[in-house]
């Protein structure tokens, strides 16, 4: 993929008064403890959130839509973290496996 700079990558995953970190900000460890929102780069997919307690993934998408993924575990969540193309991951990974999804808005 192409590699961009943390200050680009900040600037393009990030709006004021957003509550969605910038990827470069967290390491992947952080991201899958802390339960929060991180801005990725992609052509689909605005951000990602794991939440461990309850296994869960939710990915927010550049149209407004928001799914949680349940029954998601660390190994899984990394995965997704660690992927060079988001939306591939989602539609390769999620969708066409069947993964227990509930759309949230």
């Known amino acids: 993929g192409t590699q961009v700079s943390r200050a680009a990558q900040a600037q393009l995953t990030r709006k004021p ?4 970190n910038p990827r470069s900000t967290l390491t992947p460890k952080e991201w899958l403890d802390s339960g929060r929102w991180v801005g990725v ?3 689909n997919v605005k951000a990602i ?4 307690a309850r296994y869960e993934l ?3 998408f550049l149209s407004g ?5 349940t029954g998601i575990d660390r190994t ?4 997704m973290f660690d ?4 939306g591939r991951f989602v539609w390769r990974r999620l969708r066409r496996t069947n993964r ?4 949230v808005r």
Do not use: C, L
């Open 17 to 20: 008064g957003s509550k969605i």
């Open 41 to 43: 780069i992609s052509s």
């Open 49 to 52: 959130r794991y939440v461990k």
């Open 58 to 60: 939710f990915v927010r």
């Open 65 to 69: 839509a928001e799914y949680r993924y």
């Open 76 to 79: 899984f969540a990394r995965q």
């Open 83 to 86: 992927s060079a193309s988001k």
């Open 100 to 103: 227990p999804y509930q759309r």
